[in-house]
């Protein structure tokens, strides 16, 4: 595709337009006469921003501002949180969730990514980090992205607010916004995910069927296979013509 900017013609590759890269090309007039050259610039295009959360599995985990420890938690998840300047409610609700419902931890019979922090009773840190939120120019950070701190501090208190009355208040810990923290994380692991809330309708769509069949699997595992043999033999017809117990019939071999 080719726009035109004044003295510059723009092409942008489909590539690099998904990752928000728009180049610059203007014919340069060479020594050679007709022969022309590229002169390229790389523009960052305004792209959809996502509320990101970094979710790290930890033994313990604590956040210090100077020289006092003002949180910590032992057995749990750390995350860290970055508000962007386009989050709404809708993307706050699907990050606590997720959060609360992420199956990172065993069960009691050492079954892996079987249980959530829910599941186990452990503990939650949230420390808000609007780094996350970043774009790159040259080598420099810029964090135009992320909302205000005037905009991102009750927001952010209301997410804490929403995962409290979601589980249990007490297990839901967090650090001292825009404060200068040292964040001590023993990852246990190392486990680390990486969630971004849904970046329009069709996403939602998507992730919402999705979350339904994951639903009926998990409902299903749930169950049991032998609830699952028993609710199957109930749907089946009889045949009139198998053959009785005295005949030879070895169904009763195949219960478990």
């Known amino acids: 595709m080719m726009i035109m900017f004044g003295h510059y013609t723009s092409m942008v590759w489909p590539s690099r337009a998904r990752a928000g890269v728009l180049c ?62 386009e989050d709404t409610q809708k993307d706050a609700d699907y990050l606590v969730r997720k959060i609360l419902n992420l199956r990172l931890f065993e069960d009691e019979n050492g079954r892996t990514w079987s249980k959530s922090v829910m599941d186990r009773d452990f503990e939650v840190l949230c420390v808000s980090q609007f780094t996350l939120q970043f774009v790159l120019k040259g080598n420099k950070p810029d964090f135009h992205a992320a909302m205000p ?68 699997k998990e409902k299903t595992r749930s169950k049991g296979p032998s609830e699952c043999r028993e609710k199957g033999a109930g749907r ?21």
């Open 149 to 216: 701190a005037e905009l991102a501090q009750p927001f952010y208190n209301s997410i804490l607010e929403n995962m409290r009355s979601s589980y249990k208040p007490e297990l839901i810990k967090d650090g001292t916004f825009g404060g200068y923290m040292q964040v001590h994380i023993q990852n246990d692991g190392p486990v680390t995910i990486e969630l971004r809330s849904p970046t329009g309708p069709s996403d939602l769509k998507q992730l919402s069927k999705q979350e339904k069949q994951q639903q009926r």
């Open 236 to 256: 089946s017809r009889p045949d009139p013509n198998a053959s009785s117990g005295a005949d030879g019939d070895v169904s009763s071999e195949r219960e478990p």
């Open 24 to 85: 610059l090309c203007r014919w340069m007039a060479t020594t050679s006469g007709p022969l022309r050259a590229w002169e390229v610039r790389r523009v960052a295009l305004p792209t959809t921003t996502t509320m990101k959360a970094i979710i790290q599995r930890v033994t313990k985990a604590s956040v210090t501002v100077g020289d006092e420890e003002v949180s910590s938690i032992g057995r749990g998840l750390c995350v860290l949180l970055g508000i962007s300047v």
